[in-house]
């Protein structure tokens, strides 16, 4: 992570860490859908209990969450997470924090120091010289100065807000003290629709200007939801891609058959494939040929109930409209397929 090396995309379960098969079923969709490390709360013993087993059979490296206790940072460590995230705002403290860090140095884990505005130090907090983002910023550099303290190397930062711009400010100045690794994302962005766009407003502004080394979309919605959404912002900067991207006209008057229904249906079939590809559905011909032919395979809904189906950036045949749905992610599927393989 870090270093040139391609933002890594992340999420946290929303089961109970003490229900393992529960929670280990919700971090095999996770994986499915390119998660490729996730987060778990292990608020009590009774969940740090479970942790071992999580770990051992997890497909992705396992992040514990840890607030209020240094005791179970460490028994996290010590029963395999291969990071722990710190709050500096409830931790402790700089000594409580350093017994974590020494724990990690000393298993070869790391260490996330992980600040949110909306928890900070009360000490920090009284700062009335220092704005939102400066605060954070400083609680993240005084707890960095322990961590360089006890040698260990392994640390990665996040300086999160539910506000947008306080969110992007802390990470430009972060960014200007440290190359170590940051983990970017909007804190409590809110349900599907708010939080994507707030988080791609704030993400996109991060990563297209070169910070941020891994990231969370954090929605009050299922995790893969999150996964799902970070993937299309790393897509649409073109720093990362997977799976189906998908094209489409916002309809007109023009549109003679219901476009978005056929969306939605190429979209859920097509939605289990990982290889890269563009895909566009385009109701009519005015921008339909040229979305299509710059294409993997696409549609353009003709006259009379007939759809032009096209793979490769030609035309291969007329389709119904009823169909048109059904025949694209055919061919989308089918392309999806390794050749040689079945």
């Known amino acids: ?16 860490t003490t229900d393992v098969r529960a929670t280990l079923a919700q971090i095999r969709r996770l994986a499915k859908e390119g998660c490729e490390l996730v987060r778990v709360a292990v608020p009590d013993r009774r969940a740090l209990a479970c942790l071992g087993e999580i770990v051992g059979k997890s497909p992705v490296p396992v992040i514990a969450d840890i607030h209020y206790s240094s ?28 017994k974590v860090a020494l724990a990690a140095r000393r298993l070869g884990r790391a260490v996330r120091i992980g600040v949110n505005e909306g928890s900070l130090d009360p000490a920090i907090i009284r700062k009335r010289d220092l704005s939102a983002s400066e605060k954070m910023v400083e609680s993240a550099m005084l707890y960095l100065e322990t961590a360089g303290k006890t040698g260990l190397e392994d640390v990665k930062l996040s300086l999160k807000s539910s506000d947008v711009i306080n969110t992007i400010g802390a990470y430009k100045a972060i960014a200007q003290r440290t190359d170590l690794p940051l983990h970017i994302g909007i804190t409590e962005a809110g349900d599907v629709f708010s939080g994507s766009i707030r988080s791609g407003v704030g993400l996109g502004i991060l990563l297209a200007g070169g910070i941020g080394d891994t990231i969370r979309v954090s929605l009050t919605a299922p995790p893969e939801t999150e996964v799902r959404a970070a993937w299309e912002i790393l897509r649409s900067l073109g720093l990362r891609k997977r799976g189906v991207e998908l094209i489409s006209c916002p309809t007109c008057s023009r549109c003679e058959q219901d476009t978005m229904k056929i969306v939605e249906k190429v979209r859920k079939q097509t939605a289990g494939i ?8 385009m109701g009519c011909g005015v921008n339909g040929p040229g979305e299509c032919e710059a294409s993997d395979a696409g549609l353009v809904m003709a006259a009379s109930g007939r759809a032009l189906l096209y793979v490769g950036g030609k035309v291969v045949g007329r389709v119904p409209a009823a169909s048109a749905a059904d025949e694209l992610a055919a061919a989308v599927n089918k392309l999806a397929v390794p050749k040689g393989g079945e």
């Open 71 to 98: 005791g179970l940072a460490i028994g996290s460590l010590e029963a395999g997470a291969a990071c722990v995230r710190v709050n500096p705002g409830n931790l402790g403290g700089r000594g409580e924090f350093r």
């Open 1 to 16: 992570m870090g270093g040139g090396n391609p933002v890594v995309v992340q999420s946290m379960t929303k089961t109970n």
């Open 274 to 281: 990982e290889k890269p590809m563009r895909v566009a559905v």
